[in-house]
């Protein structure tokens, strides 16, 4: 877009190809995932001049075009690889053609399409990054809200990966999928969310992932000296009783070996790919209109030729 605004502000733009430095790759987009961050993105007032043109998009699957020197990561032309994208300006994933440092993609394994591949990267990095900065052992108990959203659903399954008994939120109509991503416990969604913890667990569990984004009022299904991580910064009022940790997976975009397991358990399975629906790149902005209706279940792709 060259102006902020609604999902009408996107359209269609030729710009130059992105130039490809040290380790980096350059990929033909085929798929890039439409992500509530890129409504952020495309809504936000200008900056400067450099944000005269503005690309979102943050997760693209395509196929190496081009390596550059000392890539790091042994990618050759023609690998069908996914990878994050962090944007600004004119580089973001709605592109066809993207350049990114090699060690933020990974290659897709057999079993996983592109338009799948293209809703992992950045989600599923998102709930990994949240998984690490609780730190906790197995057996601890881990609660998350919008467990039925996209990173929601990633962190059950990674946090039963990790050995953690996971309290989880879901609507009705939600309940069947968050259980099957193997919440232990699952509580209605809501403002009532602490209280429903705590009925559970007088004491507080040990951590807790704040998707919903319900700042202050999650804070006290946690005990004390326990974790609350954060994904959009924190508004809350903060307490000194526990540790609240704002996490933003663009610091953490290079993650290599992450991208390789997360791709990996994304094709057996043990990561459930949700996709909502594939539309022609040239109708992103019926994409973003998507992302304002209530229910919506997975990631809609963008897809180029």
Do not use: W
Not at 142 to 161: D, S
Not at 250 to 272: I, N, P, V
Request: negative net charge.
């Amino acid at each position: 877009m060259t102006e902020p605004g609604g999902p009408d502000a996107l359209g269609e733009l030729d710009l130059a190809a992105e130039p490809i430095g040290p380790g980096q790759i350059r990929i033909r987009v085929t798929g890039a995932a439409v992500n509530p961050t890129d409504a952020m993105v495309r809504s936000r007032p200008r900056q400067d001049g450099a944000d005269a043109v503005r690309v979102p998009g943050m997760e693209v699957a395509g196929v190496v075009t081009e390596t550059g020197p000392a890539a790091g990561r042994a990618f050759t032309v023609g690998d069908a690889v996914m990878a994050i994208v962090v944007p600004s300006g004119e580089h973001g994933g709605y592109r066809a053609d993207v350049v990114v440092p090699a060690r933020s993609a990974a290659r897709i394994p057999a079993g996983l399409t592109d338009v799948q591949a293209a809703t992992v990267p950045m989600n599923g990095l998102t709930a990994r990054l949240a998984l690490d900065t609780l730190a906790l052992e197995p057996g601890a108990t881990v609660a998350v809200t919008g467990a039925a959203g996209t990173v929601g659903g990633y962190f059950v399954q990674l946090a039963k990966l990790a050995g953690l008994r996971v309290v989880a939120d879901a609507a009705p109509r939600d309940e069947p999928f968050v259980r099957a991503c193997g919440a232990d416990e699952i509580v209605p969604r809501g403002d009532d969310f602490a209280a429903s913890v705590r009925r559970r667990h007088p004491d507080g569990v040990d951590g807790l992932l704040d998707t919903a984004v319900l700042d202050a009022a999650v804070l006290p299904a946690v005990r004390d000296g326990g974790t609350v991580v954060t994904l959009r910064g924190y508004r809350g009022d903060g307490t000194g009783r526990i540790r609240v940790a704002p996490v933003f997976v663009r610091d953490h975009a290079e993650a290599a070996d992450e991208l390789d397991r997360l791709a990996e358990l994304a094709a057996d399975g043990r990561l459930t790919v949700r996709v909502a629906g594939r539309l022609p790149a040239s109708r992103a902005a019926d994409a973003h209109r998507s992302l304002e209706r209530p229910g919506i279940r997975g990631r809609f792709v963008l897809q180029f030729d």
